[in-house]
Each structure stands twice: as C-alpha cells, then as structure tokens.
T-cell receptor, first 114, second 113 residues
Framework: DAMVIQNPRYQVTQFGKPVTLSCSQTLNHNVMYWYQQKSSQAPKLLFH???????NEADTPDNFQSRRPNTSFCFLDIRSPGLGDAAMYLC?????????????FGPGTRLTVL | GDSVTQMEGPVTLSEEAFLTINCTYT??????LFWYVQYPGEGLQLLLKATKADDKGSNKGFEATYRKETTSFHLEKGSVQVSDSAVYFCALSGTGTASKLTFGTGTRLQVTL
C-alpha cells in the first residue's frame, strides 16, 4: 500500500544533542510537510516543501531545519533540542492540484528530550 | 484569516449512541473541509472530506455535509463503537496559499460499554 513512513517511531535525545527525524513516502506526492504536535493540541505547521521549494513558517524557530534530497524523502533536523521541543512530530504529504490538495499523515515520531 | 471552531471535549457516549461533533469555520472563498481522526500515540488519519458546498463526505459510518450557508461541517455517526474512541480534528484548506491546513482544537471522544 502507498503510504507515509516515519522513522524512528520513538526518539530519545539529550538536551542540546542534534537529532534527525526521517520521513519517506511511496505516494509520489509533490508536497511534504512537517508538523509539531504537543499534548492535547492541534498540529502546528513548521515548514513544507513544494517540490524542491522550501517554505518556512514565520514562527518556526531557527533551531528547526529540513532537507528534501529527493521526492520520496524529507528530514527534520533539530540542531540543539531543548526540553520544550519534546513533542510528536508528524510528516504529511499531498499532491498539489489546481483544485486543491489533501494531506496524508504518517504515524509520527515521539521525541523525548532528557 | 481562516479559523475553525469545534466543540469542546471530552465527549463521553455509551456504545451505540448517536454522535455529533460540531464544527464551524471562517474562511474566504471556497475552502475544502476535512475531518481527521487521531488514535492514541498515532498520527492523523483522514476520515472524510468535502470540497464544495452541499458535498457530503462519508467513511466508516461517519458523515459530514459542507454547509456554506451556516459555514459548518458537523461530524455525525448513527451508532458509535468503543473502537471510535479517539480525538477528532476538523480542518480546512483554503484556496490560494499553499493549501495549508487550519485545524480546530480537536474533540476527544470516549465511548464506553
């Protein structure tokens, strides 16, 4: 089945130690998104790639970076995780069309910062 | 800007009860409307969607109708099951910029035997 895959499902890191989260998709979608979701809240968009074009949200901290080396993969890098960065990180993909698009989410990576 | 308002939870129902979760929106133009469901520890799953006025989205016994006159997209199910216990998010995707999703705050549903 076509899907959005996130690895790892659970990640534990230490305060200030860089961490990379991975997302891959077999849907051949042209847009990939990264969201941060804290407990009991709605997901918050960090940034997205439309093909190779990177689009950062205005309030996303510089501590968060992303890479998209090809259509299938997208990475979220947290350069110096703080305790406040502990959250669920969700990857989503969509195919952008003139009629709009529908986002499909992966299972998420739960990040713990010690 | 765009916004979504959905009813506060938690909603607690007995199995086989009727479910309604209210959702209203504010947006310019003609947004697409979505319901996503999130089970504990999981990502969001698309439950249903509607892309234009009077469209009805349906899936797994859930339904929602895009009502432009009342700017609403209420989620309904005739008979809930324990397995429906989850958090439900109403969302819209506006026209124009980047098809970004604007989410409601989420409604937790707890179904008991």
């Amino acid at each position: 089945d076509a899907m959005v895959i996130q690895n790892p499902r659970y990640q534990v890191t230490q305060f200030g130690k860089p961490v990379t989260l991975s997302c891959s998709q077999t849907l051949n979608h042209n847009v990939m998104y990264w969201y941060q979701q804290k407990s009991s809240q709605a997901p918050k968009l960090l940034f997205h790639y439309y093909d190779k074009d990177f689009n950062n949200e205005a309030d996303t901290p510089d501590n968060f970076q992303s890479r998209r080396p090809n259509t299938s993969f997208c990475f979220l890098d947290i350069r110096s995780p703080g305790l406040g960065d502990a959250a669920m990180y969700l990857c989503a993909t969509s195919r952008r069309t003139p009629q709009g698009d529908t986002q499909y989410f992966g299972p998420g990576t739960r990040l713990t910062v010690l | 800007g765009d916004s979504v308002t959905q009813m506060e939870g938690p909603v607690t129902l007995s199995e086989e009860a009727f479910l309604t979760i209210n959702c209203t929106y504010t947006a310019t133009g003609y947004p697409s409307l979505f319901w996503y469901v999130q089970y504990p520890g999981e990502g969001l799953q698309l439950l249903l969607k509607a892309t234009k006025a009077d469209d009805k989205g349906s899936n797994k016994g859930f339904e929602a109708t895009y009502r432009k006159e009342t700017t609403s997209f209420h989620l309904e199910k005739g008979s809930v099951q324990v397995s429906d216990s989850a958090v439900y998010f109403c969302a819209l995707s506006g026209t124009g910029t980047a098809s970004k999703l604007t989410f409601g705050t989420g409604t937790r549903l707890q179904v008991t035997l």
